[in-house]
């Protein structure tokens, strides 16, 4: 009778286990939500809901993580007529939403020293291995993005950090070179 009751329990632990296995995979943060809650990204939160590629953010925060660079409803404001994301094929906006993600995590001090020059990005993930990156540098304290086409933009602050996921706000739309050179 002892080992029928041992088993039980047994199983019944493991079912639990599994249970909070299965909650913790399947919670992740409310990008769209962060975004919109903090008022002055509300076009990004916009593009990234509806090209779908909140699918891909969320399935990158079970992974390495995400890093994930906005830029404000102004920095869209900004763009010339001829660059304007809206106008661009579904397909090609995704992937212009997908360049402003890493997928791997880095904390505030991380992206404060961070240098890298062929950054790949979730772009970068669904093209080529060569293509869809920007560099990575360091400006007067800051992290600055190149896209290569003469487009930059500069880490302005953080709307986010909370492991797996690091959001911060930069300066101007990154506009990858594969799309718009």
Same mark, same amino acid.
């Given at each position: ?7 039980? #329990?047994?199983?019944?632990? %493991? ?13 992740? *943060?409310?990008?769209? /939500? ?9 076009? =990004?939160?916009? !593009? ?16 390495? $993580?995400?890093?994930? *660079? ?13 660059? /304007? #994301? ?10 212009? #939403? /997908? ?11 991380v992206m404060k020293i961070l240098q890298?020059? !062929? @950054?790949?990005?979730?772009? %970068?993930?669904?093209?080529?291995? %060569?293509?869809?990156? !920007?560099?990575?540098? @360091?400006?007067? $304290?800051?992290?600055?993005?190149? %896209? ?6 500069? &880490?302005?602050?953080? #709307?986010?950090?909370?492991?797996? &996921? ?8 990154? *506009?990858? /070179?594969?799309? =718009?050179?």
């Amino acid at each position: 009778m002892g080992s029928n009751s041992n088993l039980h #329990i047994t199983l019944f632990s %493991t079912f639990i286990l599994f249970q909070l296995l299965c909650l913790q995979s399947t919670l992740s *943060l409310d990008i769209p /939500k962060v975004l919109t809650d903090n008022h002055d990204y509300n076009v =990004f939160a916009s !593009f990234l809901s509806a090209s779908g590629v909140i699918e891909d953010f969320n399935k990158a925060q079970g992974d390495a $993580g995400i890093t994930i *660079l906005v830029p404000s409803d102004a920095a869209f404001g900004k763009l010339p007529e001829s660059l /304007k #994301i809206e106008t661009l094929p579904a397909d090609k906006r995704a992937l212009v #939403i /997908k360049f402003h993600g890493i997928h791997s995590y880095y904390a505030q001090d991380v992206m404060k020293i961070l240098q890298n020059s !062929f @950054q790949p990005t979730l772009a %970068t993930e669904v093209t080529s291995a %060569t293509s869809f990156r !920007f560099s990575l540098s @360091q400006s007067q $304290g800051n992290a600055a993005i190149q %896209t290569g086409i003469g487009n930059s933009a500069v &880490v302005l602050n953080t #709307i986010y950090d909370q492991k797996p &996921v690091a959001i911060y706000s930069i300066s101007d739309v990154l *506009l990858p /070179k594969e799309i =718009f050179q």
